[in-house]
């Protein structure tokens, strides 16, 4: 079982809808939770980051998670064509070194105008 | 205030070649951490630098290796390239050790190496 996994996508969406990222990971001890947006060619960009159950919002973006079941989403709402970018979700090791992230393969995301 | 700047942006070696990529990290930052990424793949951690020190280590071969400089640059080598080693390699930087939550990790835009 990957660390950490997403669905590849491509994930499509029509303008102004409610998209929804998915992530689940292996270890429950797990704290803290990254979102990074990477459009083609270019580096990660922190969206958000979460670290208790529930949810945390940030604009148009909410970054959901569920320790219990071990998976954390974001979603984005009013979804724009700028939007279109792969979305990836990291996590450190929950023990030992911290020192690194450990990223899922990302969501491609896909808003169609 | 300046971002996490890599060099070069493009680069294309040979096999059993040796390459430099080269990173500043982002200004106030002191740590900077390497990640390769491969086509369709998340980046991967390759390792940390701090204090000049090596501080964490993925799992890459002893071929890569790096360095940083006193202030704060870092340089990522690998030597003997192999085919598998084209990828997007990134430089990251953050403050301290202390955590992502207390100094999230900020990207540069990448070498991409070719590997033929």
């Known amino acids: 079982q990957k660390e950490v996994e997403q669905n590849s996508g491509p994930l499509s969406v029509p303008e102004g809808a409610i998209a929804s990222l998915n992530c689940t990971y292996s270890?429950?001890?797990?704290?803290?939770f990254f979102w990074y947006r990477q459009y083609s060619g270019k580096s990660p960009e922190l969206i958000m980051f979460i670290y208790s159950n529930g949810d945390k919002e940030d604009g148009r973006f909410t970054a959901q998670l569920n320790k219990a079941s071990q998976y954390v989403s974001l979603l984005i709402r009013d979804s724009q064509p700028s939007d279109s970018a792969t979305y990836l979700c990291a996590v450190p090791p929950p023990r030992g070194a911290t020192n690194k992230l450990i990223f899922g393969t990302g969501t491609l995301l896909a808003v169609q105008p | 205030d300046a971002g996490v700047t890599q060099s070069p942006t493009h680069l294309i070696k040979t096999r059993g070649q040796q390459v430099t990529l080269r990173c500043s990290p982002k200004s106030g930052h002191d740590t900077v951490s390497w990640y390769q990424q491969a086509l369709g793949q998340g980046p991967q951690f390759i390792f940390q630098y701090y204090e000049e020190e090596e501080r964490q280590r993925g799992n890459f071969p002893d071929r890569f290796s790096g360095h940083q400089f006193p202030n704060y640059s870092s340089e990522l080598n690998v030597n003997a390239l192999l085919l598998g080693d084209s990828a997007l390699y990134l430089c990251a930087s953050s403050l301290g050790t202390g955590g992502f939550m207390s100094s999230p990790l900020h990207f540069g835009n990448g070498t991409r190496l070719t590997v033929t």
């Open positions: 270890d429950r001890g797990s704290q803290s």
